[in-house]
């Protein structure tokens, strides 16, 4: 004879039902202020929303209003009485459209942060705190979908099954990602080559382009690069290829057993697993950037070249020499952005916890 023995993993009764309101209520915390934020903005007719440094019309700030009452109505349907009389699959859609109206106000967040980061400032304060507020609310919708199924569904958050004995929760070991996750990583890799190279060639002096090194550095000062941008670029570095070097070593991460541990050299730390956030984060973000970005660059690059649309010269001599560099941009961006989302879904799926059945047979 044998007997079940239960550890002390078992989930409360209604763990669940307080892991939905805990999400649900910081989801409606978040909503309310969301909404205020665009209230204030659009009464006081402060722009929002931009495209580079030109401000878009104030009117779009009443759709920050719009989706932050949506997901506030939302995220009380998953921890109030009222919101079981709802379809579950409509408060599921509607969640999920409300994450890709968020992320979509999100975008340029990364470029706000690289701009930041060398120059000590954004290009517009309002516009940074829309994105970062639009981030957090990606992040807190997310989870409170996440929290609303398992709840309505009685499912584990986790992996999305049903359990019926204890369990306890399990980091899988460190692997490869699959060959062709690997392949599209190493591609997006590679891609950044052709762009450094370009960089690097005016950061030590040399002409591409049209344009010498002295040209684009004279340039960069009349655009408000910052300090720290120009003392890189008078030592012969590219602050912008030491961002790809940066890109790189996250994507290599990401499909490489190593990227899931720390290393010897971090001393206390070696041997430990890294959160799955602290490469999860940048790279999301990333991939939700420079994917679109550069598709949506290579798109115009390849109409400038069939000649449907004229590419402004800029601070080059001729289009032909804007389309060029161009392309070396976009095309990085776009062949990297991709392949990062995929190396970033991979990474997500094979550091996922599982759920592992704790009970175990004790002799009688």
Not at 6 to 20: I, L, M
Not at 204 to 225: D, E, P, Y
Not at 260 to 266: E, G, L, M
Not at 291 to 317: E, I, K, M, N
Request: charged share 10%; net charge positive; aromatic share 10%.
């Amino acid at each position: 004879m044998t007997e079940i023995a239960r550890t002390a993993n078992v989930s409360p009764p209604g763990w669940r039902r307080r892991r939905s309101s805990w999400t649900g209520y910081a989801a409606f915390g978040w909503a309310a202020l969301y909404g205020g934020f665009g209230l204030v903005s659009a009464l006081t007719g402060t722009a929002v929303f931009y495209r580079a440094a030109e401000p878009l019309p104030v009117g779009l700030n009443w759709a920050v209003v719009a989706v932050a009452v949506l997901a506030a109505m939302a995220a009380l349907a998953t921890v109030r009485p009222w919101g079981r009389r709802i379809p579950r699959p409509v408060v599921s859609v509607t969640l999920a459209g409300l994450c890709v109206l968020s992320g979509a106000a999100a975008f340029g967040l990364l470029m706000d942060m690289i701009t930041f980061a060398f120059n000590q400032t954004v290009d517009s304060e309002m516009a940074f705190a829309n994105r970062v507020l639009a981030a957090v609310g990606v992040v807190l919708l997310i989870a409170t979908a996440r929290s609303h199924r398992s709840s309505a569904y009685g499912t584990c958050p986790r992996c999305g099954a049903v359990h019926t004995s204890s369990i306890t929760r399990s980091r899988p070991e460190p692997t490869h990602a699959p060959r062709r996750v690997r392949a599209l990583a190493y591609v997006g890799a590679v891609a950044f080559l052709p762009y450094a190279a370009m960089k690097m060639t005016w950061a030590l002096g040399g002409t591409f382009a049209g344009v010498s090194g002295a040209q684009m550095l004279a340039i960069a000062g009349r655009n408000g690069a910052s300090g720290v941008w120009l003392t890189l670029a008078h030592l012969g570095i590219d602050a912008t290829v030491l961002l790809a070097a940066l890109g790189v070593f996250l994507i290599l991460g990401l499909v490489r057993p190593w990227g899931q541990v720390f290393p010897r050299w971090t001393l206390a730390l070696r041997g430990r697993r890294v959160p799955r956030w602290l490469p999860l984060t940048p790279a999301l973000i990333g991939a939700a950037t420079l994917a679109p970005y550069g598709a949506a660059g290579t798109a115009y690059a390849a109409l400038g070249t069939a000649g449907v649309v004229t590419v402004s010269r800029g601070d080059f001599p001729t289009s032909g020499d804007a389309l060029l560099v161009t392309w070396f941009g976009v095309g990085a961006f776009a062949a990297y952005g991709i392949a990062l989302g995929a190396a970033a879904w991979s990474y997500l799926r094979r550091t996922q916890p599982v759920c592992v059945n704790t009970r175990a047979e004790v002799p009688s």
